[in-house]
């Protein structure tokens, strides 16, 4: 009986694979379990192997076309097999988007939250599935399923632990635990160890010291840590991010929040900063809708609405809490529902839409007399915007050296999806309404 | 009546003043024990039913002081009487007597120390050692297992008698009618007592018959009917003397009737509304332990004082057993499942040797092939030749050689008293097999058709599964029903059920379903030689089957399934004619590349839940084919326990092939839709495999 070969899915965020090489051509015969193909997800190279032993009879995919995961891209079987079924018209993938600049969004989308990517709804497996998963520490979470309505089946777990490198299973077990997909570990000859899991998991020791120092503490990667490292390192892994530096003179910035300080808004609310930097940047958002993006497959979705993250330090680490259609909100506004929010993330109370759905992200590190730094972008946000701290410099200005407060604002932005100019536009907008901030009521 | 009349009839049933004291002591144990159980009762000490024998004691004692030791009876919900009465005859000690008496009183506190472990209670009190079989909660539940009894008395050229208690209730049930027809053909060494206290619970017997006595039913089966006075102690015991005397005699068996009175209501919340308490009153006037007394006191026989000391005596004895009552235990919840089956335990050397020869039997293809009904035959006769106890009951059964001929010949070879036609009455049938299984004999009884099973219900299911565990397991029924089942021959809605699943639902009975010539013979004998009552269901359409069975002697363990076809992709779970359909869409489907594995069930109860499991946890995936009725199939028992003990190891949802909910038609067409096919096997199997 003839065997699809399908476009794997490898990682939870994967919807999609391009084909690098074919290893194998028409005709060939090929062994259950050999690699036939090399492809690129969106996050590594992995290779596909061949579903069954047989000829191959057919390949419908070539190098360089992106196809849909599950997507039948070659079939095996014995010579002069029917595969009609396989060649049915319309079950070619769309062609892959043509390479070179991003077309324009054709729409915007309905105010899409930008949820991240976890597919919704329960996951179907078979409870053998789920045996053999545990059994295997293979995660659920990471297998796409073959079985009816996607149900995922025995044959999925065994066929996702076959794609897998090599492990110990305490190394599969661990890495399970600790978020550590075992692809994006180097398949060498030998199996991967518990303990290259947990070198892995660990931040990247500098590589100065000769031999390893002796750890103090071990603590497991785990929870908000572990998102983290996977959102940091996919960011940093796929986007081309570019970070332009301005200094800003922030004079009328001081002297509005010490006005406020002077005459509170409603309710006695003094607004702080990073309170009147996302007003400010919301406005800037608001002028320059090709900030307010992301990237989704092949295709720039511009945002219908604008949400502003502000990265929080707390006790369980980074969060973002993010401000909802800042464009339509009054300063007072911004400022309690920052307050709120922040004091629900603090106290671990975060309801599932305060920590989502942003579209561009502030993260302000001036408290720790940090002036420049390049900030790693949100995903799947395109642009991030990092804040120094206000420290009063001799300035030249119109011939006469004076002391002004500068802050130096660092925008990181992906390149793939906005190039510098029109970065750096905005970039300069944001400067002009911190130092003209009457510019806001124009 | 005077004393010289109680005198002249002293010499007339050769019984003595001590004889006399005796059913005088009898009755106003019964009295006494009664109102304490009423008392009992009333302080919910006693949980339950308790229906009082108070008033009846003249019939119980009269009739059970005319047995032998040796002979049998059989008693009802208001059987106090009769199980005390016999106990007391056989007791011959006064220790031997208190204890008879506490192990009653103890039953009906619920006590392990009771007679049936505190298993039976009030109405299924039994004593099967001592020839109790027992009393039974079903008015009219032991007239045919008395019927039965009484036929292996005479199947064992024995003389010992049965004596049969039912009330003025009973003979309006169909067991009433085919038992005695079926006694009175067969002249059984029976006698039948009905006690006539007027009232079937609450409805006079005027308004539930138009005879005026009972005993003249007996004319309808040519047998004689006497009517006597069921407050005499001694007219109950003249007449059911003359009646005994008969049986024992082979001259069949006789109905007497005694007119009786019952002092308290049907049961402790009868108010009794239905009766009037002038006739109370005037019943009460003939109260049988102070006429007793009275006529002995005229005759001189006794003194005042030794009445009063007797009358004390029998209230102590009734204290003592009270308290022994009391003092005793519960019974365990951890014997809660003791005795439910006489176990039946293979050495893995037993079962191993028939895994080999079933090996055999299917790759040796010199192997004799016969017919699955001579398959059969050749159990039956192997097994009559083996063991004289065996017997063959049932409709057609004889010259005929059963309707699709699996006793043919057997009437010839074994004779009318080993192969024996019955009337067309399959509840007399059902409780002839357990009252002879009960006896000492192995019946082996054939009803026609599973459809017409539930005729015979009540006592396959009421009394011969549930006896030993009620008695406390005190007795075993080691008797097979033979039937048949399944469509394919356009017989429709009366003919052609499969109903396996009324009776695995039943604890205490096996339920067996060969499907091959191999299987058939193997397990029959195998279940001829069990402790237990089992019920073997054929198929109409395997009869004319053929497959390889060996000449040599062998048995199949029971509760071994057989996996006819060994695969890795999908498991097929059924048995019976569907294991042949299984096996074909078994094989149709490996052209397709899929491997099924066909597990034959064989046996339903017991069940071999270890060879279902490993199966599942081979493939994963799970059809279960069966031609019963979908909903409530024996199929959904079975997909019930793979998902207690295999859930993890399922790879998809288990699907039930099943005839269709609605009664199997007749014309071919509907017959085929009805019933699971080939085709729709394959199908469920294909939808599995994704």
């Excluded at chain 2, 308290?264 to 332990?289: C, F, L, N």
């Excluded at chain 2, 019976?576 to 069930?601: F, P, Q, T």
Aim: glycine share 8%.
């Amino acid at each position: 009986m003839a065997k699809e070969v399908i476009m794997p899915k490898m990682g939870q965020t994967m919807e999609a694979g391009t084909i690098i090489e074919w290893y194998v051509k028409e005709g060939d015969t090929v062994k259950k379990g050999e690699p036939i193909f090399k492809f690129e997800s969106d996050k590594a190279a992995l290779e596909a192997e061949a579903p069954a032993s047989g000829t191959v009879l057919k390949i419908l995919h070539h190098p360089g076309e992106t196809v849909p995961i599950l997507e039948v891209v070659a079939v095996i079987g014995e010579p002069g097999e029917d595969i009609s079924r396989f060649l049915k018209p319309g079950a070619a993938p769309e062609a892959a988007a043509p390479a070179g600049a991003p077309e324009a969004p054709t729409a915007v989308t309905p105010a899409a939250p930008a949820a991240p990517p976890i597919p919704e709804g329960r996951r179907f497996a078979s409870p053998r599935a789920r045996m053999v998963a545990k059994q295997l520490g293979v995660p659920l979470e990471r297998i796409t399923g073959t079985g009816p309505g996607g149900r995922i089946v025995e044959r999925d777990v065994l066929a996702y632990a076959q794609s897998l490198p090599k492990a110990t299973p305490a190394a599969r077990k661990l890495a399970a635990e600790m978020g550590v997909p075992l692809e994006t570990l180097a398949a060498g000859p030998e199996r991967i160890t518990r303990a290259e899991v947990e070198r892995a998991a660990a931040p990247v020791p500098p590589p100065a010291a000769p031999a390893p120092a002796p750890a103090v503490q071990a603590i497991p990667m785990a929870g908000v840590r572990a998102i983290i490292a996977e959102r940091m390192s996919a960011s940093a892994r796929t986007t081309a991010a570019v970070t332009l530096f301005t200094e800003v003179d922030a004079t009328a910035l001081v002297q509005l929040r010490e006005s406020f300080k002077q005459s509170p808004l409603a309710g006695g609310l003094v607004p702080g900063y990073n309170e009147i930097l996302v007003l400010i940047v919301g406005r800037a958002l608001q002028e320059h809708p090709n900030m307010n993006v992301r990237l989704v497959e092949n295709r720039i979705e511009q945002l219908a609405v604008i949400n502003i993250g502000v990265a929080v330090d707390t006790e369980r680490g980074l969060l973002v809490p993010v401000i909802r259609d800042v464009a339509s909100k009054r300063l007072g506004d911004i400022v309690a529902e920052f307050r709120m929010l922040v004091e629900r993330a603090r106290a671990g109370q975060s309801l599932p839409d305060d920590l989502s759905g942003g579209t561009f992200t502030i993260t302000n590190l001036g408290m720790y007399e940090v002036d420049g730094f390049t900030p790693i972008i949100n995903l799947p946000e395109c642009a991030i915007l990092g804040v120094g701290r206000i420290v009063e410099k001799p300035v030249a200005l119109n011939g006469q050296v004076v002391i002004r407060p500068m802050m130096v604002l660092s925008l990181t932005f992906d390149h793939r999806i906005n190039d510098g100019a029109p970065a750096g536009r905005f970039l300069q907008r944001v400067k002009q309404l911190i130092e003209r901030p009457y510019l806001l009521l124009a | 009546m005077n004393a010289t009349d109680l005198k002249t009839i002293m010499q007339a049933q050769g019984i003595t003043r001590e004889d006399l004291l005796d059913y005088l002591r009898q009755m106003r144990v019964i009295r006494n024990f009664e109102e304490a159980v009423y008392d009992l009762l009333g302080r919910n000490i006693i949980k339950g039913a308790s229906h009082l024998y108070a008033g009846q004691e003249a019939v119980a004692v009269g009739a059970i002081s005319v047995l032998r030791d040796d002979d049998l009876i059989t008693s009802t919900h208001r059987g106090h009487g009769h199980c005390y009465a016999r106990g007391d005859r056989l007791a011959k000690t006064p220790e031997e007597k208190q204890e008879h008496l506490n192990k009653m009183m103890a039953e009906l506190c619920g006590r392990a120390t009771g007679y049936c472990r505190g298993r039976g209670g009030s109405m299924h009190i039994a004593d099967v050692e001592r020839g109790n079989l027992g009393a039974t909660g079903i008015v009219g539940g032991n007239i045919p297992v008395a019927t039965g009894a009484a036929l292996s008395m005479k199947l064992q050229k024995s003389d010992r008698v049965v004596l049969c208690f039912f009330g003025d209730g009973a003979a309006n049930t169909g067991n009433f009618h085919e038992s005695l027809n079926m006694a009175a053909i067969w002249k059984l060494p029976v006698v039948y007592i009905v006690e006539n206290n007027l009232y079937g619970m609450s409805v006079p017997f005027e308004k539930a018959s138009s005879c005026k006595n009972i005993a003249d039913r007996g004319c309808a089966y040519c047998m004689p009917g006497e009517v006597v006075d069921g407050m005499d102690v001694l007219a109950v015991r003249d007449a059911v003397s003359r009646a005994v005397d008969r049986a024992r005699h082979g001259e069949g068996p006789t109905i007497v009737e005694c007119k009786t009175y019952r002092w308290y209501g049907h049961s402790r919340s009868d108010p009794r509304v239905y009766r009037t308490r002038e006739e109370e009153k005037a019943w009460k006037e003939r109260d049988p332990i102070p006429t007793l007394e009275r006529r002995m006191l005229e005759a001189g026989l006794v003194t005042p004082q030794e009445l009063d000391e007797l009358a004390r005596a029998c209230e102590k004895a009734v204290e003592i057993s009270i308290d022994f009552a009391l003092n005793s235990p519960f019974p365990d919840p951890s014997e809660l499942y003791d005795d439910v089956y006489v176990p039946t335990v293979y050495t893995p050397s037993q079962i191993a040797k028939e895994r080999e020869l079933r090996e055999r039997v299917r790759s040796d293809p010199n192997m004799r092939q016969i017919y699955y009904w001579e398959a059969l035959v050749e159990a039956f006769r192997e097994e009559m030749t083996r063991d004289p106890r065996v017997f063959i009951m049932g409709e057609d059964v004889g010259l005929y050689g059963g309707a699709y001929g699996a006793t043919r010949g057997l009437y010839q070879e074994f004779g009318p008293e080993r192969v024996i036609d019955t009337p067309i009455s399959e509840a007399a049938i059902g409780g002839a097999a357990v009252g002879a299984a009960m006896t000492g004999m192995r019946p082996v009884a054939e009803i026609m058709y599973v459809d017409f099973t539930p005729l015979a219900m009540d006592q396959i299911a009421n009394q011969g599964a549930k006896n030993r565990y009620m008695f406390g397991g005190k007795t075993k029924v080691p008797m097979v029903i033979r039937t048949e089942g399944g469509a394919g021959r356009s017989i429709a809605a009366h003919h052609s059920q499969s109903l396996e699943a009324l009776w695995t639902h039943f604890p205490g009975i096996y339920v067996v379903m060969p499907a091959t010539p191999y299987d058939a013979k193997g397990l029959l004998k195998e279940c001829i030689r069990n402790d237990n009552p089992i019920m073997f269901i054929e198929h109409k359409m395997l009869y004319g089957t053929k497959g390889p069975v060996p000449e040599e002697e062998y048995t199949i363990p029971l509760g071994v399934a057989d996996i006819k076809r060994p695969g890795k992709d999908v498991t097929i779970i059924t048995y019976s004619r569907m294991v042949l359909r299984a096996l074909e869409a078994a094989e149709n489907l490996a052209k397709e590349g899929i491997d099924v594995e066909v597990v034959d069930l064989r046996c339903l109860k017991p069940l071999d839940v270890d060879t279902i499991i490993e199966s599942v946890k081979k493939t994963g995936r799970v059809v279960g084919v069966t031609e019963a009725y979908k909903t409530g199939s024996f199929i959904s028992e079975i997909f019930t326990i793979i998902n207690e003990l295999a859930f993890d190891y399922l790879d998809a949802p288990m699907v039930r092939v099943a005839a269709a909910d609605v009664p199997v038609p007749m014309a071919e067409t509907l017959e085929d839709a009805a019933i699971p096919s080939v085709e729709r096997i394959e199908a469920a199997v294909r939808q599995l495999v994704y």
